[in-house]
T-cell receptor
Framework: DAKTTQPPSMDCAEGRAANLPCNHS???????VYWYRQIHSQGPQYIIH???NNETNEMASLIITEDRKSSTLILPHATLRDTAVYYC??????????FGTGTSLTVIP | DVKVTQSSRYLVKRTGEKVFLECVQD?????MFWYRQDPGLGLRLIYF???????EKGDIPEGYSVSREKKERFSLILESASTNQTSMYLC????????????FGDGTRLSIL
């Protein structure tokens, strides 16, 4: 499974879009990109995943570059409740999920 | 919504005790997983199971065992608890089909004194 690299921390103003980057330059053609978040004292929460195409659901949008070497998770209108650690994971179907240390997002009032 | 329930949020045990952590999911998922989470180390996979009575070692199985007698329940056992097993333990489950996300419980914070 490809290694992912994320910035350790980011800030975002409340109501603005939060754009969280992830680098996965060694990703293979069959590896999916998953995003999770973890709010303090809770288990990781699944957000979204994709392979090649951009994806959107009620929580967020996932933009994957054409070469698939990086992706961006977009929270369109960040709220204080979005303050959490966000994890980007690249995983081959059927393989284990490896969570790194993620990006700590702080939404500022 | 998927519900993964861990039996305790907080647990305190003594060194040498046998400790049972229970996890139940209500979505008929084939796969179940046990992780531990420690500061600076992320989540590390202890054991997982793809079916009833089936188990596979993860990255750090030493000192742990698991049991899956029913599809919805996956138990983690610390045979003889030690202080270095003080940690947050997280259970997850997923469908057996490919490309399915894992869904997590809220974790058990275990302290071994």
């Amino acid at each position: 499974d490809a290694k992912t690299t994320q910035p350790p921390s980011m800030d975002c103003a409340e109501g603005r879009a939060a754009n969280l980057p992830c680098n996965h330059s060694t990703i293979s053609g069959n590896e999916y990109v998953y995003w999770y978040r973890q709010i303090h004292s809770q288990g990781p929460q699944y957000i979204i995943h994709g392979l090649k195409n951009n994806e959107t659901n009620e929580m967020a949008s996932l933009i994957i570059t054409e070469d698939r070497k990086s992706s961006t998770l977009i929270l369109p209108h960040a709220t204080l409740r979005d303050t959490a650690v966000y994890y980007c994971i690249a995983v081959l179907t059927g393989n284990q999920f490896y969570f790194g240390t993620g990006t700590s997002l702080t939404v500022i009032p | 919504d998927v519900k993964v329930t861990q039996s305790s949020r907080y647990l305190v045990k003594r060194t040498g005790e046998k400790v049972f952590l229970e996890c139940v999911q209500d979505m008929d998922h084939e796969n179940m997983f046990w992780y531990r989470q420690d500061p600076g180390l992320g989540l590390r996979l202890i054991y997982f199971s793809y079916d009833v009575k089936m188990k596979e070692k993860g990255d750090i199985p030493e000192g742990y065992s698991v049991s899956r007698e029913k599809k919805e329940r996956f138990s983690l056992i610390l045979e003889s608890a030690s202080t270095n097993q003080t940690s947050m333990y997280l259970c997850a489950s997923s469908y057996g089909m490919s490309n399915q996300p894992q869904h997590f419980g809220d974790g058990t914070r275990l302290s071994i004194l």
